[in-house]
């Protein structure tokens, strides 16, 4: 008898556990399928990736396929309730983490949810791995926009020492270097990230700093130092609304520059002022724009 009970306990064990493995297996197949049509398909790579993840819920590799999918369609809410269960299942994995952070950053971003909910994931990631740069990046913009400035200047440093050739990771930085006053420490990250750069794989980027040097150069007063960062940056951008605006400014606080900067403001008037859209992302400028080019006309114009 008692032999007989065990046998049938130990039959039942096979079961279970050949069951499974035909549930792992059969979750494989069908995550496998998502990837095949992830691309084009999107919803449909997720009902395959959600069915595998009922057949086999600890596998948080296809959880972390499944908010991927998630994320080509921007549902944040649903790539962050995923990977929250992911980190839950392998908290050692930095990649996950940092792809958390991001989604409530985005949230955060759309006025849903606190900034300082994105902090914990991204410095979860840097535990996992101090060489993930993003989760430092990204907590940096936590922070700044929780009004946490010094701790914006912390991170976005360390996201440099981390990753110096990030062109892209230099221009918040001296952002905030000079809201803050420091022209000094902004003049010396912004000089930096053009000694690194590449003006083939980093226009867009030269583009910001050239744009914040000059304006680096206009707070000190040196004007045809702004004038020749302005003009590399339109360069880069010929015909970019702000590009022109900043290039006409500082054209018309130079002499002999009246028909430069007029044309210049004019031209960003057409294309910053004109519509609906362009009007509310250049309010000010606009108005500046149009003072500006009356004092260069003179009065009765």
């Not at 994995?93 to 792809?99: G, I, Q």
């Not at 993003?134 to 009004?147: G, M």
């Not at 339109?234 to 044309?263: H, I």
Request: with cysteine; hydrophobic share 35%; proline share 4%.
């Amino acid at each position: 008898m008692k032999f007989g009970v065990i046998a049938l306990a130990a039959t039942m064990a096979f079961s279970v556990m050949t069951g499974c493995s035909r549930h792992r297996q059969e979750a494989v197949k069908l995550a496998n399928q998502g990837d095949a049509i992830v691309d084009l398909d999107p919803a449909g790579a997720i009902e395959k990736y959600q069915n595998a993840v009922s057949l086999d819920p600890a596998n948080h590799r296809i959880m972390y396929k499944l908010a991927k999918a998630h994320k080509k369609k921007d549902e944040w809410d649903k790539v962050a309730e995923v990977l929250g269960r992911a980190t839950d299942q392998a908290p050692s994995f930095a990649n996950y983490w940092k792809e958390r952070g991001y989604a409530l950053y985005k949230q955060a971003e759309a006025k849903k949810i606190s900034y300082d909910e994105p902090k914990e994931p991204f410095k979860k990631c840097i535990e996992a791995d101090p060489n993930q740069e993003e989760c430092y990046y990204w907590l940096a913009h936590s922070f700044l926009w929780s009004d946490k400035e010094q701790d914006a200047l912390q991170y976005y440093t360390k996201a440099i020492e981390f990753r110096p050739n990030r062109i892209e990771y230099y221009a918040p930085l001296a952002d905030l270097y000079m809201r803050l006053g420091y022209l000094k420490e902004a003049e010396q990250v912004l000089n930096a990230a053009k000694e690194l750069a590449d003006p083939n794989k980093h226009a867009a980027d030269l583009f910001d700093v050239h744009t914040l040097l000059g304006g680096v150069y206009r707070d000190k007063g040196d004007i045809d130092k702004m004038v020749a960062e302005f003009e590399a940056a339109r360069a880069l951008k010929k015909d970019d609304p702000s590009s022109l605006f900043n290039l006409g400014l500082g054209y018309a606080k130079q002499k002999g520059k009246k028909a430069e900067a007029l044309q210049l403001l004019k031209g960003f008037q057409a294309r910053g002022c004109k519509s609906k859209k362009a009007q509310k992302t250049y309010k000010s400028e606009c108005a500046q724009a149009r003072a500006e080019e009356q004092r260069l006309k003179g009065p009765g114009t």
